[in-house]
């Protein structure tokens, strides 16, 4: 598509003066948001479990022409959303090139612009902005400065440009101005210094920025959306009151209500395709993944605060494939199917997604995380299995079979002595897998009937994953020994501590 590249070609364009003068990002926002729903387009494609909760919220917020914030955990997809809204920016938007704050060539707000169309007339020379470049966003933290956010005296430009410390055209912008005619985003508002948030009221308030030291306003154009973790938000005295009271919409964001979103979400983000396999990734793999979320989500010994983020079982799942990948490439195969053991050698996708509280410090990540999959797969294991019945493959425990199944265990060797097990390869069509699997599959399925029972304590499992007969019976490890003397010191330590004073 050709652009008009001067402001008189502009002018005759359908970006007429008539359209974009008084035309503000909300407005904008607010028409192709209505064309959309006017369409029956999907507002935010790809976004999960929001469509009766959260987005009929952000819908009003942006038909009212809202500045609003996003309240919710980590990893609920809050700055997906803020990012999405580009969608409803115009496809290119017009403005006077080579301008650092994007000018609107109809009202340019710098002093630079202004001269420039003194100058040049219809001549002026207009540049164009992608939906991407119109969105700006910021991580609040503390150091943030005013200078950083909306700009400074640059003693270096004054001097290489000759004019006047005191001129505007000396002026270093800072990201909001930069953001101008855009969609500007702060992550984690409450984390600003409370100076800082009065300095963005004032913009909220007013409509312009005020450069320290220099005489002028400049009336910005943003739309401003905002994201934080409510009980950081809610808690008295981390946003300043005026501050709250100019933020129009509060939205409330929560992690999938169910199992099936979950993996919806998980299988959409995570990377699973893999060039030069065939994947094959049981829907109970998918479901013990999801429920380890869940089940944390849960778990007292989790930091609730915090919450457990989506990106825990997207990051988890692509570890499990890449244990399960391995291990084919080890056997020469191009069939990558995933099991159970695979899940625990993810604990390193798990561990650092998990706040854990003062108990689960005691007790400490790994030994955590192990449980939570330990949870996971006890819950998966009953939605297949509630009241079959699998006393035959326990006794076979009991009279005194044993098994190990490694992560690199063999398929071939693993299903020579799985078939051993009486009734053990019979029971895996419970899980939904086709006729005549293949063997990768089966092992797979057994292994998870295997690791269900083991759940629940009807059967053991030593650390080197050998399965035998109830959990009483199996010896302690020697890291179990390590971990409880730990935790021992710890107590011991903490009784000692004498108060202060
Ligand atoms: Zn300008």
């Known amino acids: 598509m050709n652009l008009p590249s001067t402001l008189g070609e502009l002018r005759k364009s359908t970006f007429t003066e008539k359209k974009l003068r008084a035309r503000r990002v909300k407005d904008e926002l607010r028409e192709n948001?209505?064309?959309?729903?006017?369409?029956g387009h999907e507002i935010f494609p790809g976004l999960v479990g929001y469509d009766d909760t959260v987005v009929p919220q952000i819908v009003n917020a942006v038909l009212s022409?809202?500045?609003?914030?996003?309240?919710?955990?980590?990893?609920?997809?809050?700055?997906?959303?803020?990012?999405?809204?580009?969608?409803?920016?115009?496809?290119?938007?017009?403005y006077i090139a080579g301008c650092e704050i994007r000018d609107n060539p109809y009202d340019p707000i710098c002093q630079r612009c202004r001269e420039l169309i003194r100058e040049k007339g219809e001549a002026t020379p207009i540049a164009y902005l992608s939906r991407d470049q119109r969105y700006v966003e910021k991580l609040a933290t503390p150091d943030v400065t005013i200078a950083d956010?909306?700009?400074?005296?640059?003693?270096?430009?004054?001097?290489?440009?000759g004019h006047e410390l005191g001129s505007e055209l000396?002026?270093?912008?800072?990201?909001?101005?930069?953001?101008?005619?855009?969609?500007?985003a702060i992550?984690?508002?409450?984390?600003?210094?409370?100076?800082?948030?009065?300095?963005?009221?004032?913009?909220?308030?007013?409509g312009d920025i005020q450069i320290k030291g220099y005489p002028i306003r400049m009336p910005v154009d943003v739309a401003l959306v905002f994201s934080a973790n409510p009980e950081d938000y809610t808690a008295r005295g981390k946003i300043v009151t005026p501050l709250k009271d100019r933020i129009g919409s509060e939205i409330r964001t929560h992690y999938p209500a169910n199992i099936e979103e979950g993996i919806l979400i998980t299988a959409q983000e995570a990377w699973v395709d893999r060039d030069g396999f065939k994947m094959h990734i049981p829907a109970y793999i998918q479901e013990v993944v999801e429920?380890?979320?869940?089940?944390?989500?849960?778990?007292?010994?989790?930091?609730?605060?915090?919450?457990?983020?989506?990106?825990?079982?997207?990051?988890?799942?692509?570890?499990?494939?890449?244990?399960?990948?391995?291990?084919?490439?080890?056997?020469?195969?191009?069939?990558?199917?995933?099991?159970?053991?695979?899940?625990?050698?993810?604990?390193?996708?798990?561990?650092?997604?998990?706040?854990?509280?003062?108990e689960g410090e005691m007790k400490g990540a790994d030994t955590v995380a192990r449980e939570v999959i330990r949870g996971a797969i006890a819950r998966t294991f009953d939605r297949y299995f509630g009241s079959n019945d699998l006393?035959?493959?326990?006794?076979?425990?009991?009279?005194?079979?044993?098994?190990?199944?490694?992560?690199?265990?063999?398929?071939?060797?693993?299903?020579?002595?799985?078939?051993?097990?009486?009734?053990?390869?019979?029971?895996?069509?419970?899980?939904?897998?086709?006729?005549?699997?293949?063997?990768?599959?089966?092992?797979?399925?057994?292994?998870?009937?295997?690791?269900?029972?083991?759940?629940?304590?009807?059967?053991?499992?030593?650390?080197?994953?050998?399965?035998?007969?109830?959990?009483?019976?199996?010896?302690?490890?020697?890291?179990?020994?390590?971990?409880?003397?730990?935790?021992?010191?710890?107590?011991?330590?903490?009784?000692?501590?004498?108060?202060?004073?």
């Open 65 to 94: 022409r809202h500045n609003f914030i996003l309240l919710g955990l980590r990893g609920q997809a809050k700055s997906r959303i803020l990012r999405a809204l580009t969608a409803l920016l115009d496809e290119s938007t017009p």
């Open 187 to 206: 992550n984690e508002l409450p984390d600003l210094a409370g100076k800082i948030q009065v300095g963005l009221f004032n913009i909220m308030q007013e």
């Open 391 to 501: 006393k035959q493959v326990v006794q076979w425990f009991e009279l005194g079979g044993e098994i190990q199944m490694n992560d690199s265990s063999k398929t071939s060797e693993l299903i020579q002595q799985m078939t051993s097990i009486q009734g053990l390869l019979e029971k895996i069509d419970k899980v939904g897998i086709a006729d005549d699997p293949p063997d990768e599959l089966k092992v797979s399925a057994a292994e998870f009937i295997l690791e269900g029972l083991h759940a629940h304590k009807r059967i053991g499992r030593s650390e080197e994953r050998v399965f035998t007969a109830g959990e009483k019976q199996a010896k302690k490890s020697e890291r179990d020994y390590q971990a409880e003397e730990i935790a021992d010191q710890w107590e011991q330590r903490r009784r000692n501590r004498r108060p202060f004073n």
């Open 33 to 39: 948001l209505l064309a959309r729903l006017r369409d």
């Open 149 to 161: 956010l909306i700009g400074d005296i640059d003693p270096i430009k004054a001097a290489k440009t």
């Open 291 to 358: 429920q380890i979320a869940f089940v944390a989500r849960e778990d007292k010994r989790i930091d609730k605060r915090s919450g457990v983020s989506q990106r825990l079982p997207i990051s988890a799942m692509e570890n499990v494939i890449s244990n399960a990948e391995r291990r084919a490439v080890l056997e020469r195969s191009d069939l990558v199917v995933p099991r159970v053991a695979d899940i625990y050698s993810a604990l390193p996708a798990i561990t650092g997604k998990l706040e854990l509280e003062y």
């Open 170 to 184: 000396t002026m270093h912008y800072g990201l909001l101005p930069r953001a101008n005619r855009g969609i500007f």
